[in-house]
């Protein structure tokens, strides 16, 4: 299984997993070498999915050797977003930094 999630122009993968260390703490796997962080998602009352994520041209790659319906793709869409907050509005906030 493959998703591409889309992201904003500005979106750095590898700032956004080394912000503040959280791709150092569990449930999180992160090789530095690769720039592969790996996760296991709790997707409803199914079985866990381990999801392998990567930053890609424009987007977030995740990956899965696990099939997964469309149901349960879109709650893996859902986390991903979660985790890496492309659905928060964070243009003001990124205005107030130095």
């Known amino acids: 299984m493959e998703i591409y999630i889309p992201t904003p122009l500005d979106f750095s993968f590898e700032r956004t997993v ?15 070498e690769s720039w592969k962080l790996v996760r296991v998602l709790e997707i409803g009352r199914g079985r866990p999915v381990t999801v ?13 050797l696990q099939k997964t319906g469309a149901r349960r793709g879109d709650s893996i869409t859902r986390d991903v977003r979660h985790i890496f907050r ?5 243009t003001e906030f990124y205005k107030l930094m130095p």
């Open 18 to 32: 080394m912000s503040h260390g959280w791709c150092e703490l569990l449930p999180f796997e992160f090789d530095r």
């Open 52 to 64: 392998t994520i990567t930053g890609a041209q424009g987007s977030i790659e995740v990956r899965s």
């Open 86 to 90: 492309l659905d928060d509005e964070l």
